[in-house]
């Protein structure tokens, strides 16, 4: 599977180091664009200033550095539609790349009538990630305990993992894996 990162999953830290761990251990290959990148680095200075928007420069580049194919030009977004103007780059991408699918949580901004005649749909990591879990649970089982432990060192505190992953939107794998 190939798959476009929306800029919802690239931020925040939890969710994207999950997805990115598992395409490490070969379970996917991630794809983004510049403005994708960008929208990271908007979302980070918005929501956490520029503290945040320093961090996740340094994190977009240990992110480049070990995905260096990743980076795609996105394709010609003139004949494409999506209900979000907005969002038609994130569709260029993910036909310029040959993706398969686009993970997102913003669902209702990619209908599937208009991504199948792409030959590509639009996922929610939750599911993606579970059915991971379903075909070999090791390769999910360990991307997330390392991410949990890594959570745990930098907050100084014990995190439930199953908070963790609801507070990362993915209850489904929280539940599989809190048990």
């Known amino acids: 599977m190939i798959a476009v990162l929306d800029a919802c999953v690239l931020y925040p830290t939890v969710l994207r180091e999950i ?21 990271w680095r908007r979302a980070a200075l918005r929501n956490g200033g520029p503290g945040d928007a320093a961090l996740a420069e340094a994190e977009i580049a240990r992110a480049t550095a070990r995905f260096p194919d990743a980076l795609t030009a996105p394709g010609d977004e003139a004949p494409l539609w999506l209900p979000d103007p907005a969002d038609i780059h994130v569709l260029a991408t993910a036909v310029a790349s040959g993706a398969d699918t686009i993970l997102t949580q913003n669902l209702r901004d990619f209908p599937a009538r208009e991504l199948s005649g792409h030959g590509i ?36 505190e014990t995190l439930d993992l199953r908070a963790l992953l609801k507070r990362a939107r993915l209850p489904r794998l929280g539940k599989a894996l809190g048990r």
């Open 121 to 156: 749909s639009a996922r929610a990591p939750d599911a993606v990630l579970m059915d991971f879990w379903l075909g070999d649970s090791a390769p999910v089982e360990e991307v997330v305990a390392a991410t949990h432990a890594e959570a745990e060192r930098l907050s100084a």
């Open 19 to 39: 997805l990115l761990g598992c395409a490490e251990r070969g379970l996917y290959t991630p794809v983004w664009s510049e403005r994708l990148l960008e929208e």
